[in-house]
């Protein structure tokens, strides 16, 4: 048995054949982007009819790419056994894409160690991600006072369209219309939103309640929807700890607002159904000058 069993996905049991004709297929190229998955996809066709088969995928000069080796570690999944047995399909996932995942990548078929073959490549390019929301990981507040929660993001291009939102505890929406939020929410404008990439929220007459996890989730038109890391928001009751509020953090913005764009300001009402929460967005921002 050759040593490349080892690195198999999968190994399944015996069944009793003859040998026949192995051939592996994959695209020459596939493109991921940095932090998300990619799939390499692969099949082959033969007729043999044995069922001792595995496969295994190597990077450029050899480097077998599975979990158990370091540079992938806990990052590759496998078909489950029908899918490369019965389909025979021999595709992997590679996931959290890092930029140096990036080249040729060779799908190889054994069948029980009596024929092996390999597709001719694929190329993956990992793209460097160029969307990036950042928030910070830590805000406090005092009871019956105000906070602002910052956001912003880095993007290549310039935005037309997009939208932000906040959601505390993974599954609140924040905002004016909701009942824990009620007339407290403040948000950066569109303008705000689109030309300075800011999309800060400032929480009024804070209460106990409101501390907990608020994640700045940003929809740009065109870009996968993406979200910050979350900022953890601590409200200390207004008698004891007064000396720690003050280092509550505010936006530094001179207030300047550039004209140059346009904007339409759509004021999605709030919902019944609550399977259209997540169309319940804090606003839209249009540029309405490329029509
Ligand atoms: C595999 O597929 C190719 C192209 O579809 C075909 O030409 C070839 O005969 C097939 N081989 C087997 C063993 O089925
Ligand atoms: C690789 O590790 C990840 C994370 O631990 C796991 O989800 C996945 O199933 C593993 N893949 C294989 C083929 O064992
Ligand atoms: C690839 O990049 C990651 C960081 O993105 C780094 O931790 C890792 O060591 C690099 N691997 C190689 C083989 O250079
Ligand atoms: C979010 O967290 C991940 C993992 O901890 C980290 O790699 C990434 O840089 C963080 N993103 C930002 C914008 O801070
Ligand atoms: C939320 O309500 C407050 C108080 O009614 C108001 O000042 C504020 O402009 C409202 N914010 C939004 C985004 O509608
Ligand atoms: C959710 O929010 C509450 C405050 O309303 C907080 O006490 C709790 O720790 C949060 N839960 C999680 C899982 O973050
Ligand atoms: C805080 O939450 C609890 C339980 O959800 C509720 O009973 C209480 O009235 C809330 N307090 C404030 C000040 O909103």
Not at 258 to 271: D, F, G, R, S
């Amino acid at each position: 048995m050759p040593v490349s069993f080892l690195h198999a996905c999968f190994l399944p049991v015996l069944t009793v054949s003859r040998a026949q004709d192995l051939e592996v297929f994959q695209p020459s190229s596939a493109e991921g982007t940095e932090g998300s998955s990619v799939i390499l996809r692969c099949s082959y066709n033969t007729t043999s009819d044995i069922m001792i088969r595995s496969y295994w995928w190597v990077k450029d000069a050899g480097l077998v790419v599975k979990n158990a080796t370091q540079e992938f570690t806990g990052r590759v999944n496998c078909p489950p056994g029908q899918d490369f047995l019965l389909a025979k399909r021999a595709y992997i996932e590679i996931r959290n894409l890092r930029l140096n995942d990036s080249g040729m990548y060779r799908c190889v078929v054994n069948i029980h160690g009596l024929q092996e073959a390999s597709g001719k490549g694929t190329e993956l390019q990992v793209i460097k991600r160029t969307f990036v929301v950042s928030q910070p990981s830590f805000a406090q507040g005092v009871e019956g006072g105000s906070v602002t929660l910052l956001c912003s993001y880095i993007l290549a291009h310039e935005p037309k369209v997009g939208s932000f939102w906040w959601m505390k505890n993974q599954s609140l929406l924040v905002k004016n219309t909701t009942q824990e939020f009620m007339g407290r929410v403040k948000h950066s404008s569109p303008q705000q939103f689109l030309s300075e990439r800011r999309a800060d929220i400032e929480i009024q007459r804070l209460t106990l309640n409101d501390s907990g996890m608020y994640q700045c989730v940003v929809n740009i038109h065109g870009v996968p929807e993406t979200s910050g890391n979350g900022t953890k928001l601590q409200v200390r009751d207004r008698g004891g700890h007064q000396a720690i509020a003050s280092g509550t953090q505010c936006p530094q913005q001179d207030g300047k607002v550039e004209a140059e764009l346009q904007y339409t300001e759509i004021v999605v009402k709030a919902e019944q159904n609550p399977m259209s929460q997540r169309k319940e967005v804090t606003y839209i921002a249009l540029d309405t000058q490329d029509g």
